[in-house]
């Protein structure tokens, strides 16, 4: 997607609905098209500032809630396809659901009687906590008869798509009627102070990269320390620490300063380390991604997918690794503790404060009960 159409307006729909299932069998397809839909149908209240980052944890949350609406297609297709087959089956067909299908035929799994595309989009968009289920599946099945081939287009022409889209039958929320819970004092301070940290590590990290055409910030670890972990960790159940750790790991997109129209430039991914503190002169260190990618202690107990180089030196790469192998980490952290601390976040498709950023008071339930609970919460252990 062009840079100016994702920093000025996509990034909401992009965290909100963009997943890969859909009528397409170009994953990349449907995270387009399910975006400039959702943003077309169900456009923001409020006029969203232009964005240079998109919030990590929401995007890996986002990323996961598109793998379970794909594992659910396929399952409701063949009920004997386990989770683990469903996810095989994707892998081996690079997330191309109609190939995936073929494939579990071609194994001998029988398709289940009576199943139509509209049961699997259905299945698919429930496990995918879509905000808009319903609407979501009747626009797929009036707008197209099939899958549609990997090369049916090159790319899209984002606003001839939304022009188009815009042409549709008006629709009304179909998954609930719900109110919305009025936020309470505390909530509307909470999501307050959530905008307001998200645009200060926007502009920090933005700071630290003048010599490339940035064109966005797609992932963010901002408490990496020289060893051990840092004192916050997500949940329901603790409090938000305010701390401020040595340093961050930031991968962005981005072409050379001066190569012109951003459009016909194929961005570039890459890692970034940078200082957390202003008043300390560091070079950032910067390496475009290149080969396999590398491991970082400090994002995976985080849970932050940051894709990080094979070979370069960064902190988190190897000193912690090599301690918890010998059982000698200062933090007493073992293996089976670094792969649940990553996964209680990368897997959870729940409500998080990040989430929030985009809060609409008119359709957001969840939000809101979110927002209002947690505040309570802080004010309880006197944490706000």
Not at 4 to 33: D, S, T, W
Not at 55 to 82: E, I, K, M, N
Not at 350 to 366: A, L, M, P, T, W
Request: include cysteine.
């Amino acid at each position: 997607m062009p840079r100016e159409f994702l920093q000025r307006r996509y990034h909401r729909g992009l965290l909100k609905a963009g997943h890969c299932y859909g009528p397409f069998m170009n994953p990349a397809h449907n995270i387009v098209l399910n975006t400039v839909w959702y943003d077309t149908m169900f456009p923001a209240e409020e006029e969203y500032s232009e964005v240079a980052m998109i919030c990590s944890r929401t995007l890996v949350s986002t990323a996961c809630r598109s793998l379970l609406g794909l594992v659910a297609y396929l399952r409701a297709c063949f009920p004997t396809v386990s989770r683990q087959q469903a996810i095989r089956y994707l892998l081996l067909a690079e997330v191309n659901l109609q190939r995936a299908i073929e494939m579990a035929g071609q194994e001998g799994h029988a398709m289940k009687d009576k199943f139509d595309r509209g049961i699997g989009f259905k299945a698919a968009a429930t496990a995918a906590h879509h905000p808009d289920r319903d609407a979501l599946v009747n626009f797929y099945l009036s707008a197209f008869f099939g899958p549609l081939p990997l090369k049916a287009c090159g790319s899209f022409d984002v606003q001839l798509l939304s022009l188009m889209l815009s042409q549709e039958p008006s629709t009304s929320p179909h998954c609930s009627f719900e109110t919305v819970p009025v936020l309470t004092e505390g909530a509307s301070r909470l999501l307050s102070n959530i905008k307001q940290d998200f645009e200060a590590e926007q502009n920090f990290i933005c700071s630290k990269g003048p010599e490339y055409d940035l064109h966005v910030i797609c992932g963010l670890n901002p408490y990496v320390i020289k060893s051990g972990v840092s004192p916050l960790h997500y949940g329901d159940s603790s409090c938000k620490i305010r701390y401020k750790s040595k340093y961050s790991h930031v991968n962005f997109l981005a072409s050379p300063r001066g190569s012109h129209s951003s459009d016909t430039v194929i961005p570039t991914l890459f890692f970034a380390e940078c200082c957390n503190d202003n008043d300390i002169t560091d070079e950032p260190l910067c390496w475009p991604i290149m080969g396999h990618p590398g491991r970082c202690f400090h994002c995976e107990y985080e849970g932050v997918k940051v894709v990080h180089p094979e070979s370069q030196k960064y902190h988190g790469r190897d000193i912690d690794f090599e301690e918890m192998a010998c059982k000698s980490h200062s933090n007493g952290i073992v293996n089976e503790d670094l792969v649940s601390s990553g996964e209680s976040v990368t897997y959870s498709v729940g409500i998080s404060q990040e989430d929030c950023i985009y809060f609409d008071f008119r359709r957001d339930v969840k939000c809101a009960n979110f927002l209002n609970a947690h505040a309570r919460m802080l004010e309880q252990r006197h944490c706000f």
